[in-house]
């Protein structure tokens, strides 16, 4: 099996692509040990010291770093830790710990409903498919419609970057904004 790295925008997030599906929908995120416990690989990751976040994603699984640690340190036992668990046959999540389905699905009726569902069509086939290349994920929160504020939820590689509020800003913003006129603003939700 030949794992292929990449860099994302983040510099404390490495993503690494099997070439093989991986969650195949959904995908899930590990922000800290005890989330972990819901997936073997995930656990074992954050056995590596250094680790500070798994992501799991379609066809590709990102992980997270502290600062202070340095990729020539942990690459290669994270290389070999999913190396060896993708090709054991062991699941991936132990039973009850599914894959996270998407968007949040609040209530929304009438004219705001219709407006949300523009937000979240413009994500699942604009946005999200770009992030995707980076190694993480942006999902819909809510929607102020008295504000005109989308609330988004940045995972894997977009959480905690550096460039994550300019993707918001520049890139996701004016995009809403252009396409749904209802959109003042996008901000992300912690």
């Not at 690494?16 to 073997?40: C, I, N, Q, W």
């Not at 036992?77 to 699941?91: F, N, Q, V």
């Not at 290349?133 to 819909?140: A, H, K, M, R, S």
């Not at 977009?158 to 520049?170: N, Y």
């Amino acid at each position: 099996m030949f794992i292929q790295t990449e860099a994302t925008p983040n510099p404390d997030v490495l993503k690494f692509a099997p070439g093989r599906a991986v969650l195949g929908e959904g995908t899930r995120d590990f922000r800290d040990p005890e989330a972990a416990a819901a997936s073997p690989l995930a656990a074992e990751l954050f056995e590596i010291t250094g680790v500070s976040r798994v992501f799991f994603g379609p066809d590709f699984i990102t992980v997270g770093k502290h600062a202070a640690v340095d990729w020539a340190h942990v690459k290669a036992l994270i290389l070999a830790a999913i190396m060896d668990h993708l090709t054991s046959g062991r699941p991936l999540l132990l039973e009850g710990g599914e894959a996270e389905g998407g968007h949040d699905e609040g209530v929304y009726e009438g004219d705001v409903a219709q407006i949300v569902a523009e937000i979240k069509d413009l994500l699942d086939t604009r946005i999200r498919p770009a992030v995707a290349q980076d190694g993480g994920d942006i999902l819909f929160n809510r929607f102020d419609v008295e504000t005109g504020v989308v609330w988004l939820n940045m995972r894997g590689a977009c959480s905690g970057c550096p460039s994550s509020s300019a993707t918001l800003k520049q890139g996701v913003e004016n995009m809403l904004k252009h396409y749904v006129p209802e959109v003042t603003a996008v901000e992300q939700a912690l």
